[in-house]
């Protein structure tokens, strides 16, 4: 009995024989549909059935669910499983009856919803591999139908090694592992690289129970960083730090290794579980230094290019793997306090004299310096005492100003050696730095590398002229330009300066002579050696008014002298009081008043 007749009922009243007979059998029609409709399943809307698929094409998969009319179903929705044929028993959901033309219509992907969740948790319970479809692209991953719900499988559990073109997977049907599950917000997480790894956890443990240090192993480049190379052993990872890729500086390993290169590398270190190994590339080939020329010796010039450089000093790579220091105080004779990046940079080519050649600890130094003669071997040449040259004006100091007349060869010249006449308080009155100075050499310091320097010295000393002009005693006209706690200074003719203390500043009213003023003054003291002037404005009413005091008593005393002559030469003929008079008088003169 066929299925679709296995639930048929015949009527209690039909009549068999006049049916065979060829007779008119007398039943309705709703009659005939009850019949027909009872040999059919009974199906309610928005249940899950099952039924068999009975035609696939490209578009469509048609499907018999022991209905009057069979489902259709789009192709897309049995994409997870392209083994698909027909006689598959598959669950549908019966999402209407019978549409506007009269079509059951059928969803596979709603009926496996509507039971994918139970089995996803069972899945992830049972630790189950599962098959899933991989739709499409997304952000740090891809998304993956899993018995119809879209599941996230990121980009680091499609495989143990990295990917880097996902492209290549959509529309592949892979195996999976269910990892990670919110129940809250439904959201699937799978992995396929949890499927190997078990795999290859068994054969990292075989591969690391056989590490040994020195060892050389072929590896495939994994991935590359900016501080090394990670290199896949088999199973198992090591890394080969940027200083172990080459013997030479490498600024990027990019340009030594490329992805997916298979190089031999050399065991370095681990750790005492191998979880962590250190690899060398570097150290398959001699070291540079073993190659090195047996006749280079100190003196040699060598060339080579900058590669690092550095506050202090920059590194040469005369050969792959082969360095000298360039210390920065020998890249230039000065001894001013530089950088290396003032006289070279990164790329350059330069030639350089060996100064210490150490094999043993593979190290050298060098210099540029050399290349050129030490100004100082033949100074007295150059810049003998008395020579007059320009320099430039280095830096300050508060006792005088350092300069450079060329590149090696400094010069001071002292505050006091700037001016004859102007008082110099710091030497940023006086110039800049930067600026250009004239200068004569005063003495040369060969063992210290230093000149003294003079600038006065290119005019001959005024002061020999103010020595006859500010005589001791002389009046001068003068200017207070500048008030001091101790007293004042006065600005004078020829562009010479005087001083003088308070009680010299007082006027004849009374009064203290202030700041701007103009007034005599008198020089009470001259020394051209310290080229000190001391004046007194007081002076000049004062000794005038000594001058007339002194000439009224000499006067005074003259008058008195000559009467005692005119009394001495009278007759004899003299009273005793008169000689008593001429006694008093002659007392108080010889007294002086």
């Known amino acids: 009995m066929s299925e679709l007749t296995k639930n048929v009922k015949p009527l209690d009243d039909f009549n068999w024989d006049e049916y065979e007979n060829g007779a008119k059998v007398n039943v309705s029609k709703e009659e005939l549909d009850k019949a027909y409709d009872e040999t059919l399943n009974k199906v309610s809307e928005h249940q899950v059935v099952e039924g068999t698929?009975?035609?696939?094409?490209?578009?469509?998969?048609?499907?018999?669910?022991?209905?009057?009319?069979?489902?259709?179903?789009?192709?897309?929705?049995?994409?997870?499983?392209?083994?698909?044929?027909?006689?598959?028993?598959?669950?549908?959901?019966?999402?209407?009856?019978e549409d506007k033309k009269g079509q059951?219509?059928?969803?596979?992907?709603?009926?496996?919803?509507?039971?994918?969740w139970e089995r996803i948790n069972a899945a992830l319970e049972n630790q189950e591999v599962i098959q899933g479809y991989i739709?499409?692209?997304?952000?740090?991953?891809?998304?993956?139908?899993?018995?119809?719900?879209?599941?996230?499988?990121?980009?680091?559990?499609?495989?143990?090694?990295?990917?880097?073109?996902?492209?290549?997977?959509?529309?592949?049907?892979?195996?999976?592992?269910?990892?990670?599950?919110?129940?809250?917000?439904?959201?699937?997480?799978?992995?396929?690289?949890?499927?190997?790894?078990?795999?290859?956890?068994?054969?990292?443990?075989?591969?690391?129970?056989?590490?040994?240090?020195?060892?050389?192993?072929?590896?495939?480049v994994k991935n590359i960083t900016t501080y090394g190379v990670f290199v896949d052993l088999g199973g198992v990872d090591g890394l080969i730090h940027i200083t172990d890729l080459s013997w030479g500086r490498v600024d990027d390993p990019h340009k030594v290794v490329e992805l997916d290169q298979k190089i031999n590398v050399v065991i370095l270190d681990f750790d005492d579980e191998k979880k962590r190994i250190a690899l060398g590339l570097k150290?398959?080939?001699?070291?540079?230094?073993?190659?090195?020329?047996?006749?280079?010796?100190?003196?040699?010039?060598?060339?080579?290019?900058?590669?690092?450089?550095?506050?202090?000093?920059?590194?040469?790579?005369?050969?792959?793997?082969?360095?000298?220091?360039?210390?920065?105080?020998?890249?230039?004779?000065?001894?001013?306090?530089?950088?290396?990046q003032e006289f070279l940079k990164v790329g350059d080519e330069v030639e350089a004299v060996i100064l210490t050649l150490d094999r043993d600890?593979?190290?050298?130094?060098?210099?540029?310096?050399?290349?050129?003669?030490?100004?100082?071997?033949?100074?007295?040449?150059?810049?003998?005492?008395?020579?007059?040259?320009?320099?430039?004006?280095?830096?300050?100091?508060?006792?005088?100003?350092?300069?450079?007349?060329?590149?090696?060869?400094d010069g001071l010249i002292h505050i006091s050696d700037l001016s004859w006449t102007k008082k110099v308080k710091h030497p940023s009155e006086f110039t800049q730095v930067g600026a250009d100075i004239d200068v004569v050499v005063l003495e040369i310091d060969k063992e210290n590398r230093r000149l003294s320097l003079g600038h006065k010295q290119l005019e001959d000393n005024p002061w020999d002229v103010f020595e006859t002009i500010y005589t001791v005693g002389s009046i001068h006209r003068g200017k207070i330009i500048e008030s001091?706690?101790?007293?004042?200074?006065?600005?004078?003719?020829?562009?010479?300066?005087?001083?003088?203390?308070?009680?010299?500043?007082?006027?004849?009213?009374?009064?203290?002579?202030?700041?701007?003023?103009?007034?005599?003054?008198?020089?009470?003291?001259?020394?051209?050696?310290?080229?000190?002037?001391?004046?007194?404005?007081?002076?000049?009413?004062?000794?005038?008014?000594?001058?007339?005091?002194?000439?009224?008593?000499?006067?005074?005393?003259?008058?008195?002298?000559?009467?005692?002559?005119?009394?001495?030469?009278?007759?004899?003929?003299?009273?005793?009081?008169?000689?008593?008079?001429l006694a008093q008088l002659k007392e108080k003169m010889e007294k002086g008043e």
């Open 53 to 97: 698929v009975i035609f696939i094409d490209k578009k469509e998969v048609i499907v018999n669910i022991g209905y009057k009319s069979d489902g259709i179903i789009p192709a897309s929705e049995f994409r997870y499983n392209p083994d698909l044929k027909v006689g598959d028993t598959v669950e549908v959901y019966v999402e209407n009856q």
């Open 361 to 409: 600890e593979r190290k050298m130094s060098l210099g540029i310096k050399q290349l050129k003669e030490d100004p100082w071997e033949t100074i007295e040449i150059k810049y003998p005492v008395g020579s007059k040259h320009t320099a430039k004006v280095r830096n300050f100091t508060n006792f005088g100003v350092f300069v450079e007349l060329e590149e090696g060869v």
């Open 104 to 116: 059951l219509i059928l969803s596979h992907k709603k009926a496996r919803l509507s039971k994918s």
């Open 283 to 340: 150290q398959l080939t001699p070291h540079p230094w073993d190659a090195l020329d047996p006749n280079l010796k100190v003196g040699d010039h060598v060339k080579g290019k900058v590669v690092v450089i550095a506050d202090y000093g920059a590194f040469v790579e005369i050969q792959p793997g082969v360095e000298g220091l360039i210390h920065v105080s020998e890249m230039s004779w000065s001894q001013h306090l530089r950088s290396a």
């Open 484 to 581: 001091l706690e101790k007293g004042a200074v006065i600005a004078l003719d020829k562009g010479v300066e005087g001083f003088a203390t308070p009680k010299h500043l007082v006027k004849e009213d009374g009064t203290q002579a202030t700041l701007g003023e103009e007034l005599p003054f008198k020089v009470i003291e001259f020394n051209k050696d310290s080229k000190r002037i001391i004046l007194s404005h007081s002076r000049t009413f004062e000794d005038a008014q000594r001058d007339e005091k002194k000439a009224a008593k000499k006067a005074r005393a003259k008058k008195d002298k000559d009467e005692v002559v005119k009394i001495d030469n009278q007759p004899a003929a003299t009273t005793l009081g008169d000689i008593d008079v």
């Open 135 to 220: 739709k499409c692209r997304t952000k740090g991953g891809m998304i993956v139908d899993v018995f119809g719900i879209e599941a996230f499988l990121p980009g680091s559990q499609i495989d143990v090694h990295p990917i880097r073109d996902y492209d290549q997977f959509v529309g592949k049907t892979m195996e999976f592992k269910v990892v990670k599950i919110n129940q809250e917000f439904r959201n699937v997480v799978v992995s396929h690289k949890a499927l190997i790894e078990a795999e290859l956890e068994a054969q990292k443990k075989e591969i690391i129970s056989k590490l040994e240090k020195g060892q050389i192993l072929e590896g495939t």
